[in-house]
């Protein structure tokens, strides 16, 4: 694992959008694990900007999301699948043939969840799975104490995960789905890369805890201390808790791989 501090949310969100980029130039048919909510769409705004400035090119690419609400349909607005249409794909020119979320109103979940696996594996797996944080160390909607070897499966959403979604339902809890299919922890652990963003003072006890503190189910992004090639990328506010703040920074301005972004503050 390492972990890239930037000076600002809009530093770290172009990073992100940059990487990924960057991995699409180099294959364009990669396989995309993609992610939602707030933090996630400065992403795709940085990303539809190099679409439509730079060419970055889509067309080839395939995308599987990490859950969806169970009960809500696709043009439901609170829909993950809305969600993506309107924050990425709409504004890319990928083919939404290629575009995989699970369904919510699938009538055998089970079954869904199942498929759902089958549809990553026949891809070839994903290459870069992009992942946010929830307050509790979830991510997906594998809260505490899923299993690390979970696979894609339906979950009861804790009180926690759906007060921090109530925004996005106006505000009002009692409108929060109570259930999602998640992809499981063990499933995002396959992922050639992982790549993590986190902003906000928010967000500082609870990445600390899952970059530096021990490996749990109580707190499942700890699990990605196990993967081979995570990379997390805070804002100074959301590495507010880390302890190892002077190493991260010198391996950013040190590593090969960092050189190009070196220097580059983002936008506000």
Not at 98 to 118: F, I, K, V, W
Not at 137 to 143: K, R
Not at 161 to 177: E, K, L, S, Y
């Amino acid at each position: 694992m390492e972990v890239i501090i930037r000076p600002n949310e809009g530093a770290a969100s172009e990073l992100v959008a940059k990487l990924i980029a960057r991995k699409l130039r180099a294959r364009p048919q990669l396989v995309l694990g993609l992610a939602t909510g707030r933090t996630m769409e400065h992403v795709y705004d940085h990303l539809s900007r190099l679409h439509r400035e730079e060419g970055l090119d889509f067309s080839l690419c395939r995308t599987f999301n990490l859950d969806e609400y169970i009960g809500l349909s696709p043009d439901d607005p609170h829909s993950y699948r809305y969600y993506m249409n309107e924050r990425l794909f709409g504004r890319v020119n990928i083919d939404l043939r290629n575009t995989h979320l699970p369904s919510g109103l699938a009538p055998d979940l089970r079954a869904e969840c199942q498929h759902y696996e089958d549809l990553i594996r026949d891809c070839g797996g994903i290459d870069l799975q992009l992942l946010g944080i929830g307050r509790s160390g979830h991510i997906g909607f594998n809260e505490p104490l899923s299993a690390l070897r979970s696979r894609t499966r339906d979950k009861a959403l804790t009180p926690e995960t759906i007060a921090q979604n109530a925004p996005m339902f106006g505000d009002d809890p009692a409108r929060v789905p109570r259930r999602a299919i998640t992809m499981g922890v063990g499933t995002i652990l396959e992922s050639g890369r992982c790549i993590v963003l986190a902003t906000g003072a928010g967000k500082a006890d609870i990445v600390a805890q899952a970059v530096e503190g021990p490996i749990t189910s109580a707190i499942t992004a700890s699990a990605l201390q196990l993967h081979a090639r995570c990379t997390v990328v805070v804002d100074e506010a959301a590495a507010g808790g880390l302890k190892g703040t002077e190493y991260y920074r010198w391996i950013f301005e040190n590593e090969p791989e960092w050189q190009e972004f070196r220097g580059q503050n983002g936008r506000d």
